[in-house]
């Protein structure tokens, strides 16, 4: 069955078909380095992770790329804030350097490669001299112009400007506005490249010192790398306007095709509102972690939901899914007592494909989840089953691995002194038949984060999730 992609650039889902049949080239817009990550982050990367992932299980070699935003006004912001006594162009380089390390660290906690093997990822401070040379060449063709020493696109020379977005250029043009400081024509062409504000970090240019603008990163930098023409596009449905609409526009105008599919994910909330600071509802990647431990407990929360749609980060949809992942470890844990045998089973086999066939479908993840969760109950109620539970294991784990799931087995956690010597004067209570003392013994352990289950071949614990 062939790959289905809802295409935001027809607005309709489409067929995928490659460039090249074995080989796939993938562009994605990663973070500005200003801040610590949040959970935004993880999910926008986790998407385009597991996308990646699953085109790779089809036999495709992907070529991804996620760039870094490194020159930008944030980051010198940030810098003023946290070196004010160093000079401002040594600052932001280390606040870019410090931030791009901390999304780095969240990215390996959360099981999400990072390494050049798996993600290509060019800095914006790197390409400076191509983006010159692009702008340059937007000049030379009479889609941009040199003013006041700014660059700016002209936006009459774009073709079909507001595609991307569905808007029509009569309607952008209606709010948009040219402010005091700018020397643009129209109040719809955008920065290419910005003159240098007195002691801010700049570059040398034909059009004298400045910085590039933030949308010619990406065009420089896609095309370097995949060519004028890729396979797709993906980022956040916040960066459609002005960003992608914008990339389109000075690439087309370059001579280049650019991207094939477009790719946009929905953005993420906390119980119903924005995540902001000023609302204290700011969570990082590693607040949640140092809150709840185990990764797979925010990607159960990410898969749940179809990835085009904004999802709603809530207390009550982690305790769902700690349930989830309770399931999960709880069954791994019986299975491995198991003796380890060949088999195959017909059952098995229809739910794997109806995993891919959801998965083909637009990436449906929660229809994907949903096909793991009936495999579990599968295997719960064939655990004495050793050829079925074998492939059933075997299966499960293949499939969390497209999702990028690790089902840490707590299980196999080590247990102190004390913990030990209560399990263990536990289990002669019950030997002995004292089932209140048992009891009271397992809700002592309980309140310790031990879990207790008695089995017909003895009594195993597990912690707590």
């Known amino acids: 069955m062939p790959i289905h992609i809802y295409n935001s650039l027809s607005r309709k889902k489409e067929e995928f078909t490659s460039l090249n049949p074995k080989e796939i080239k993938m562009y994605v817009c990663g973070p500005t380095v200003y801040d610590e990550p949040h959970i935004g982050h993880a999910r926008s990367a986790y998407i385009f992770?597991?996308?990646?992932?699953?085109?790779?299980?089809?036999?495709?070699?992907?070529?991804?790329?996620?760039?870094?935003?490194?020159?930008?006004?944030?980051?010198?912001?940030?810098?003023?804030?946290?070196?004010?006594?160093?000079?401002?162009?040594?600052?932001?380089?280390?606040?870019?350097?410090?931030?791009?390390?901390?999304?780095?660290?969240?990215?390996?906690?959360?099981?999400?490669?990072?390494?050049?093997?798996?993600?290509?990822?060019?800095?914006?401070?790197?390409?400076?001299?191509?983006?010159?040379?692009?702008?340059?060449?937007?000049?030379?063709?009479?889609?941009?112009?040199?003013?006041?020493?700014?660059?700016?696109?002209?936006?009459?020379?774009?073709?079909?400007?507001?595609?991307?977005?569905?808007?029509?250029?009569?309607?952008?043009?209606?709010?948009?506005?040219?402010?005091?400081?700018?020397?643009?024509?129209?109040?719809?062409?955008?920065?290419?490249?910005?003159?240098?504000?007195?002691?801010?970090?700049?570059?040398?240019?034909?059009?004298?010192?400045?910085?590039?603008?933030?949308?010619?990163?990406?065009?420089?930098?896609?095309?370097?790398?995949?060519?004028?023409?890729?396979?797709?596009?993906?980022?956040?449905?916040?960066?459609?306007?002005?960003?992608?609409?914008?990339?389109?526009?000075?690439?087309?105008?370059?001579?280049?095709?650019?991207?094939?599919?477009?790719?946009?994910?929905?953005?993420?909330?906390?119980?119903?509102?924005?995540?902001?600071?000023?609302?204290?509802?700011?969570?990082?990647?590693?607040?949640?972690?140092?809150?709840y431990k185990n990764p797979d407990l925010l990607k159960l929360l990410f898969l749940s939901t179809h990835y085009s749609h904004p999802v709603d980060y809530t207390e009550e949809k982690i305790q769902e899914a700690r349930q989830a992942l309770e399931r999960i470890t709880i069954l791994l844990e019986k299975i491995s007592k198991q003796v380890s045998v060949k088999g195959s089973a017909k059952e098995i086999n229809e739910l794997k494909n109806k995993f891919i066939e959801a998965m083909d479908d637009d990436f449906n993840t929660p229809q994907a989840l949903a096909c793991i969760f009936e495999l579990v109950n599968i295997l719960n109620k064939n655990i004495e089953n050793l050829e079925f539970i074998a492939q059933g294991k075997n299966s499960l784990l293949e499939l969390s691995e497209i999702l990028g799931l690790q089902w840490k087995n707590t299980a196999s956690e080590s247990i102190s002194a004390e913990e030990k010597a209560l399990i263990d004067k536990r289990n002669l209570a019950k030997r002995e038949r004292n089932f209140s003392e048992a009891d009271k013994l397992r809700k002592e352990l309980e309140a310790k984060g031990i879990i207790l289950e008695d089995t017909k071949s003895g009594t195993t614990w597990r912690r707590k999730l």
């Not at 280049?256 to 000023?278: C, D, P, V």
């Open 49 to 291: 992770d597991v996308i990646r992932r699953y085109l790779t299980y089809k036999g495709y070699k992907v070529k991804f790329v996620r760039n870094v935003t490194d020159v930008d006004d944030k980051i010198i912001d940030k810098a003023r804030k946290e070196l004010p006594n160093e000079d401002l162009n040594s600052a932001f380089k280390k606040v870019a350097k410090k931030y791009l390390a901390s999304y780095h660290q969240a990215l390996i906690s959360l099981g999400i490669g990072v390494d050049q093997d798996k993600t290509l990822e060019p800095k914006a401070s790197e390409y400076i001299p191509k983006m010159i040379k692009f702008i340059q060449g937007l000049i030379d063709r009479g889609a941009a112009y040199a003013a006041g020493g700014d660059v700016y696109f002209d936006i009459t020379k774009a073709k079909n400007y507001g595609k991307l977005s569905n808007q029509s250029l009569e309607k952008i043009e209606s709010g948009a506005r040219i402010a005091p400081n700018e020397n643009k024509r129209n109040p719809l062409d955008f920065a290419l490249w910005k003159t240098a504000k007195e002691n801010e970090p700049s570059w040398d240019s034909l059009w004298g010192k400045g910085r590039p603008g933030w949308h010619i990163e990406c065009s420089v930098m896609s095309s370097d790398i995949l060519g004028d023409q890729f396979d797709i596009h993906g980022g956040g449905i916040d960066l459609i306007f002005p960003h992608h609409e914008n990339e389109i526009a000075q690439s087309e105008a370059a001579g280049e095709k650019f991207a094939k599919y477009w790719i946009h994910h929905g953005l993420l909330t906390i119980n119903g509102q924005k995540m902001a600071k000023s609302l204290g509802n700011f969570i990082t990647v590693q607040g949640f972690l140092d809150k």
